[in-house]
């Protein structure tokens, strides 16, 4: 990972922004999109600032005022960029390229939105207004996660990928809450590169409460898991791998060429 990506609150706070035409009149859209005060490199109290013609005089000047700044089509320039978004308020998602290619991060965003029911936003205003009745199913932590985890499974109650799942938080909290039983899996590799990775590997990676792996297991696969899933180094599967899902990785010896 190249750069940390971070969602800044901008709402009533001076942005700079310099240039003229088309790109930055993009960057202004956005930037007033966000609720940003859009002033002039003169401002003092901004500590952001977009070059919307990439000038790097600008640049290092706005640099020289400790101000992060982003230059348009200069990523060498760039303390940060600005990624494609997909927009379902509250649901955001940032998709960037670390300025490699804005043509990619525009059509990932573009399947993206094809994909994405317009009625994501709701399903997270759903969830967030009936955090406290959650919180009260389920007052132990982990099974918290786990039920939720599980409900917005793929064919869960409350799938995000369900244009009426917003509708359906009332009957998955009246219900079971689709809470998953404790299990183990066990993923077998023949390769240490996250892309040769299985769909179902990939998803069960992302769900997983802990990880029991062998030494040899590269940090490369056992970074796609959740980050507060716990690891644990073992030489086989564990006899009891405690509540919710666990996985047992390891990663066979490749076979030998043919001759």
């Not at 700079?16 to 609720?35: F, Q």
């Not at 400790?66 to 230059?71: E, I, S, T």
């Not at 007052?139 to 359906?168: K, N, T, V, Y």
């Not at 180094?233 to 060429?257: I, Y």
């Amino acid at each position: 990972m190249q750069s940390l990506p971070v969602f800044l609150t901008l709402t009533g706070r001076p942005v700079i922004l310099t240039g003229e035409g088309e790109a930055a009149d993009a960057k202004r859209r956005l930037l007033e999109r966000a609720g940003a005060h859009i002033v002039g490199e003169d401002d003092m109290d901004a500590r952001i600032a977009i070059v919307s013609d990439g000038d790097e005089a600008t640049v290092l000047r706005l640099r020289a005022r400790g101000v992060l700044v982003n230059a348009t089509d200069r990523p060498e320039l760039c303390d940060f960029t600005l990624p494609a978004i997909v927009d379902r308020a509250p649901v955001l998602i940032a998709i960037g390229t670390g300025g490699a290619s804005a043509g990619l991060a525009k059509a990932l965003r573009q399947r993206l939105e094809a994909m994405l029911p317009v009625r994501l936003g709701a399903l997270a205003e759903a969830l967030f207004d009936a955090r406290p009745a959650i919180r009260a199913r389920w007052a132990d932590a982990g099974a918290r996660r786990r039920a939720i985890d599980a409900g917005l499974a793929p064919g869960g109650m409350i799938d995000p990928l369900q244009e009426d799942a917003a509708s359906a938080v009332p009957l998955w909290l009246a219900g079971s809450g689709d809470r998953a039983a404790s299990r183990l899996e066990a993923i077998r590799m023949t390769s240490g590169d996250p892309d040769d990775l299985t769909l179902r590997a990939a998803r069960l990676l992302g769900e997983a409460d802990r990880l029991y792996h062998s030494a040899d297991v590269p940090a490369a696969i056992l970074d796609r898991a959740r980050a507060d899933a716990v690891r644990i180094v073992a030489d086989g599967p564990p006899d009891a791998p405690g509540e919710g899902l666990s996985l047992w990785l390891s990663l066979d010896a490749l076979p030998p060429p043919r001759a």
